[in-house]
């Protein structure tokens, strides 16, 4: 079976995006990420992408070029009217109702690889929380936005226990993998 790998960049303090709900200053050279260590291990091991609805709406339909060419499944109750670009005998999309569903879909098709769930913070927390996910890989760039969206808020009643395992530096971010401790 499959690792799930729940993978986030946030600010230092926290958040997903600003309070304009804006993801430009977490990314600020998308090329220069693409280099690094922490995005090149996830794309050789990834074998499927779990992806929350508003981060596919993030792309504008337009997924020409993303770095993960495998299956995504999309968790919503609205699926696009319209394909996305970028389609093609390895990228391709299936819209889902729920998380459960999607990520044991994922799991089928991903193999010995990973299950990446790419976001959004909602999706991210839910498979924590819901047990889905065996590993939290954060990417934390130095800026503080003050408000926004948090990642880990409202993340239930019992804790969840994570362990490191690598800590990965760039010159404009941090990157820590984690194990969840189950």
Known sequence: MAKVIVGMTMSLDGFVNDRHGSVARLYPDLAALR???????????????????????????DFTGYEFQVPIFVVTHHPPKAAAKGENSKLSFEFVGDLDTAVAKANKVAG????????????????ITLGLADEVHV????????????????????????????????????????RVVR
Do not use: H
Request: charged content about 25%; overall charge negative; hydrophobic content about 40%.
């Open 112 to 127: 010995n690889k990973w299950v990446t769930v790419v976001g959004g913070a909602s999706t991210a927390r839910q498979c």
């Open 35 to 61: 280099k690094t260590e922490m995005l090149q291990d996830a794309i050789a091991n990834t074998g499927a992408v779990v992806m929350g609805r508003r981060a596919y709406e993030m792309a504008n339909g």
């Open 139 to 178: 990417g934390i760039v130095p800026v503080l936005f003050g408000e926004g969206l948090r990642l880990f808020e409202d993340m239930g009643d019992e804790p969840v226990r994570l362990e490191t395992i690598q800590v990965l530096k760039s010159p404009d971010r941090t990157d820590i993998k984690y």
